[in-house]
């Protein structure tokens, strides 16, 4: 079964440009979370989606938004970016029904965005 | 508010003898736990999990033992092995409401090194 799978691995944008990031679950998995990783910060949840939904979201600013599309891959938007939004952006996700709520989040590789 | 510590931020251990990882959280509602090893430029990747309900879990070499009293949980690797030399993670899920699964809270990490 193939893993969670992010795309682009790296990417190099400008302040105040802004960047989309791609993430397709593993199969069967309908819950997506999003996680920024920095040396400073460690991880930090950003927002899960659900069947399409919001269900969870962190303490980032606006300019972090995502989606969930109808088949569960999942993408997240950072508009006007910062040079602080230097990171490495983690897709997660996990099979979510209720009767296994104990399922353990897989994530993807990542992807480094450097904003200069 | 750090809800998960990892206090120590690396650990050396001698292959073939036990690695001890120690973790200690402070909300109570925390009731699902995960360890993740992470290398560089790679995502995490899951080990083992332990739900509130039990206070030992094993997976081969990887046992992870949980002290609710004391809100402490530890992963024991035995026996080490060079390859083992990575980032480790715990991280630690409140009791989901609704379909929220996806929100994890991570402690900062503990580097492992396993000497030949």
């Known amino acids: 079964k193939a893993g969670v799978t992010q795309t682009p691995r790296y990417l190099i944008k400008t302040r105040g440009q802004q960047v989309t990031l791609s993430c397709s679950p593993i199969?069967?998995?309908?819950?997506v979370s999003w996680y920024q990783q920095t040396p400073g910060q460690g991880l930090q949840f950003l927002f899960e989606?659900?069947?399409?939904?919001?269900?969870n979201k962190g303490n980032f600013p606006g300019r972090f938004s995502g989606r969930q599309f109808s088949n569960s891959r999942s993408e997240m938007n950072v508009s006007t970016l910062e040079l602080g939004d230097s990171a490495l952006y983690l897709c997660?996700?996990?099979?979510?029904?209720?009767?296994?709520?104990?399922?353990?989040?897989?994530f993807g590789n990542g992807t480094r965005l450097t904003v200069t | 508010d750090q809800q998960v510590k990892q206090n120590s931020p690396s650990l050396s251990v001698q292959e073939g003898r036990i690695s001890i990882l120690n973790c200690d959280y402070t909300?109570?509602?925390?009731?699902?736990f995960l360890w993740y090893k992470k290398y560089p430029a790679e995502g995490p990747t899951f080990l083992i999990s332990?739900?509130?309900?039990?206070d030992k879990n094993e997976d081969g070499r990887f046992t992870v033992f949980l002290n609710k009293s004391a809100k402490h949980l530890s992963l024991h690797i035995v026996p080490s092995q060079p390859g083992d030399s990575a980032v480790y993670f715990c991280?630690?899920?409140?009791?989901?409401?609704?379909?929220?699964?996806?929100?994890?809270?991570f402690g900062q990490g503990t580097i492992l090194t396993v000497h030949p």
């Open positions: 997660a996700s996990s099979l979510a029904p209720r009767t296994l709520r104990n399922s353990p989040l897989h």
């Open positions: 199969s069967g998995h309908r819950s």
């Open positions: 989606y659900f069947s399409e939904t919001q269900r």
């Open positions: 909300n109570s509602m925390f009731d699902y």
């Open positions: 332990i739900s509130s309900i039990k």
């Open positions: 991280a630690a899920r409140p009791i989901a409401g609704g379909t929220s699964y996806g929100k994890l809270t």
